[in-house]
């Protein structure tokens, strides 16, 4: 039977959407904020997937930054409560607890404060995404704060300008329930050979790296975080030890978590919590703070 000509131009018709819809790419998932406290942002499908058990730990055990931590703290905790607060560029020695200190103080603000405050981490290589993510978050029904930890920029990379969107906020401007917070090793998140070659070879070296170096600028808040002391590093090693209560005390294992740290060539939070991973190995305990 020959098709008509109604049928034949519903068939178009039904081709045509489906090209459209191929076009503008998936839908946005339906995202339920009341699952989890933590999300991973995964652009391909343009969904929030929910962290049942976030990798972080007690606000308590951070030392040594106390300055930043009050710092980060009162920032967030103003965020939540539904005043002013600035983006945050947390840079510096690797292993001094950046990221883990973003993820204790909104875990700590969100349990205090009752906002119902939420982290959504977003990976170096979904940068570019961002705007599709601010689409998101505006219409969420509480505080968001986007998490991008270890954040740089190479060579003949544009993604940066992304970010810089959405710390400027474009003509919309920044929804006033979103902030971004994030951790680099480099203050200005360009590699210094990257700025050096682009001064070289412009014609104005000033302008040649304003753009990108503007980038971290548009932070509000830099938050630096530097090589820890001695005494420092044995106050992260015995805050480990009491939280977890680890059956030793300190005087008999100071010499021991020294020697660790001078084989790994730095003192930091990070080493310190390695050592305590190894410390707590060796006695037969379970890093458990109800142990």
């Keep these: 039977m020959r098709e008509s000509k109604l049928d034949i131009l519903i068939n178009e018709m039904q081709k045509l959407s489906a090209a459209l ?10 995202n339920d904020w009341n699952v989890a406290d933590c999300f991973v942002w995964a652009p391909a499908a343009r ?7 976030p990798n972080r730990i007690d606000l308590s055990l951070i030392t040594g930054v ?49 906002s119902g405050l939420k982290l959504v981490e977003v990976h170096r290589e979904d940068i570019a995404s961002l705007p599709a993510l601010m689409d998101i978050l505006r219409q969420a029904p509480m505080p ?16 940066y300008k992304s970010l810089k969107a959405v710390l400027d906020g474009g003509v919309e401007g920044r929804p006033a329930n979103v902030v971004l917070y994030a951790t680099s090793n480099r203050r200005h998140l360009l590699p210094r050979d990257m700025m050096e070659n682009e001064q070289s070879t412009a014609i104005n ?28 590093y044995l106050a992260m090693v015995d805050g480990y030890a009491r939280y977890f209560r680890l059956p030793v005390e300190p005087e008999t294992f100071h010499a021991d978590a020294l020697e660790w740290a001078t084989t790994r060539g730095s003192r930091s939070g990070r080493v310190a919590w390695q050592f305590i991973q190894d ?13």
């Design 144 to 159: 968001v704060i986007i998490f991008c930890d270890d954040l740089s920029f190479d060579h003949d990379d544009t993604s």
């Design 66 to 114: 106390d300055h930043v931590r009050d710092i980060l703290f009162d920032n967030t905790l103003r965020f939540a409560d539904g005043y002013p607060a600035n983006n945050v560029l947390l840079w510096g020695a690797r292993g001094m607890g950046k990221s883990s200190l973003v993820k204790a103080v909104h875990a700590k603000v969100a349990r205090d404060s009752g």
């Design 279 to 291: 410390l707590a190995g060796r006695l037969r305990r379970q890093l458990d703070a109800t142990a």
């Design 47 to 53: 969904h929030l997937q929910p962290v049942a058990r």
């Design 205 to 232: 070296p000033s302008e040649a790296v304003e753009e990108k170096v503007s980038l971290s600028d548009r932070f509000g808040l830099w938050l630096g975080f530097y090589k820890c002391s001695q005494d420092d």
């Design 21 to 30: 819809d191929r076009i503008a790419g998936p839908a946005a998932a339906d």
